[in-house]
């Protein structure tokens, strides 16, 4: 399988920028590690060799990140404040960086993306195609967590209302963004064994059915648990329905 790796100096991070991806053709996904991973994690834990087939067929080329928006989240050295500003940045960089390095590989200035992610990547999955349907047109969370708030201590910040899907899609008015996200999809699917929170999904899903937004809910039950076997076998038919 071919990988190929780019490492930059980003004006979004503080820390150099890095993106690997695998594949040579197809729809582009940017997969997102689980709890803070870095960029190679889903290759480290054979997410990639279960996507092998999609890759090999040229279905999609799978792009990954560093998490360094969830370790800030999960390190809890700032304050929650400064963990807020700082997801807000990391997003800035995947839109304004990662997005258009990704077209270029791909030879093309406006090819949508896919998103995905397991775990606390599931949350970002959904969180950039939430903010950008201009660019990501699905997104697949698997075991996702998708509300952030317990890390907060208190009243959550303006920063994190406008990055946490839960908090401003309620409120998001009718308009272009709106209108946008009700032509994607969002896949949520999760088990219901050890570790796994299936209720983050069900709250998610509730807000998108209020806000009309397609998407589908899927409880894949007691014998699959937050871990990666479980992804490695649930991850790949979701992108094969996207791809």
């Known amino acids: ?38 960029f190679e994690e889903v290759e480290r834990f054979h997410l990639i060799r279960a996507l092998e087939p999609l890759v090999a067929a040229g279905r999609m080329k799978v792009y990954s990140v ?56 599931a949350f970002y999955a959904t969180t950039v195609l939430s903010l950008h349907p201009d660019v990501f047109r699905a997104a697949v969370g698997i075991s996702g967590n998708y509300d952030l708030s317990a890390f907060l ?24 963004r709106l209108q946008q996200l009700r032509r994607r999809t969002f896949i949520l699917e999760t088990g219901e064994g050890d570790l796994e929170r299936p209720d983050a999904s069900r709250q998610l899903a509730t807000v998108l059915t209020a806000r009309a937004i397609p998407h589908s809910l899927r409880l894949r039950g007691a014998t699959r648990h937050h871990d990666w076997s479980s992804w490695r076998e649930l991850l790949p038919a979701c992108l094969a329905e996207l791809t």
């Open 153 to 176: 201590r208190g009243v959550p910040s303006s920063d994190f209302q406008r990055s946490s899907p839960l908090h401003f899609l309620p409120g998001l008015i009718e308009g272009p």
């Open 66 to 121: 560093d998490g360094l928006a969830m370790r800030t989240w999960l390190r809890a050295t700032l304050a929650p404040e400064e963990c807020a500003r700082r997801q807000l940045l990391y997003d800035a960089f995947l839109y304004e960086e990662v997005v258009p390095r990704v077209r270029r590989d791909c030879q093309s200035a406006s090819l949508e993306l896919v998103a995905a992610g397991v775990s606390f990547g």
């Open 1 to 38: 399988m071919q990988k190929e790796a780019w490492t930059w100096s980003s004006e979004y991070l503080s820390e150099p920028a890095r993106l690997a991806r695998w594949g040579h053709f197809g729809t582009p996904v940017l997969l997102f590690p689980g709890a803070g991973g870095d």
